[in-house]
């Protein structure tokens, strides 16, 4: 079965460092999101992605994000310099857009910034 | 705005039967989801509602009103590895088909 990767599964960082984050949808999908998970806290939509293009964007999705598709494969968000309180899950989905109404989840990538 | 709420956490015995309740308020509606999130892990999808009525996937139902903006999740037989988060989300196809999450309810399972 098709399903949505992600790496690293965990990347520590010190404060104002730059990260990246990768995520590799399902190769037939046209949507694609970056969520945000603090622990014990809720599921938070960050951007939406579509035709190569940012669809929408959250508040938190602010200057220090970018997100790229820099081939048919891989789907990125960047945080330029991080701070303290981007330690988070962050999790990419993708969707057909086509057929279907679910959104495929990868594992998750744990942010941790000191 | 946008507005989902759920119960924080509920408890229950390990056979028995569990609803976990969502009402929702938001610009868009789309159809509803519900996910279950083991700690630590990505959300895994669980049932979708579009229209009202009641959905049934083996010891797992949903149920949605859109009238009064409200959803169910039914846990039947309960085993000790449904203790987890269940989340509610409002889909909305118009608005860049985006997911927007209630906080979720945590849901303990006692032998």
């Known amino acids: 079965e098709p399903e949505v990767t992600q790496t690293p599964s965990h990347q520590v960082t010190q404060m104002g460092q730059e990260v990246i984050l990768r995520c590799v949808p399902i190769s037939n999908h046209l949507y694609f999101y970056w969520y945000r998970q603090i622990l014990g806290q809720k599921v938070e939509f960050l951007v939406s992605f579509y035709n190569n293009e940012i669809s929408e964007k959250s508040e938190i999705f602010d200057d220090q994000f970018s997100v790229e598709r820099p081939d048919g494969s891989n789907f990125t968000l960047k945080i330029r310099s991080t701070k303290l309180e981007d330690s988070a899950m962050y999790f990419c989905?993708?969707?057909?857009?086509?057929?279907?109404?679910?959104?495929?989840f990868g594992p998750g990538t744990r942010l941790t910034v000191t | 705005g946008q507005n989902i709420d759920q119960p924080t956490e509920m408890t229950a015995t390990e056979g028995a039967i569990v609803q976990i309740n969502c009402t929702y308020q938001t610009s868009g509606f789309n159809g509803l989801f519900w996910y279950q999130q083991h700690a630590g892990e990505a959300p895994t999808f669980l049932s979708y509602n579009v229209l009202d009525g009641l959905e049934e996937k083996g010891r797992f139902s949903s149920f949605l009103s859109r009238s009064k903006g409200y959803s169910y999740l039914l846990l039947k037989e309960l085993q000790m590895k449904d203790s987890a988060s269940y989340l509610c989300a409002v889909f909305n196809a118009g608005n860049n088909r985006k997911l927007i999450w209630g906080l979720g309810t945590s849901l303990a399972v006692n032998p």
């Open positions: 989905a993708s969707f057909a857009g086509t057929s279907g109404y679910e959104q495929y």
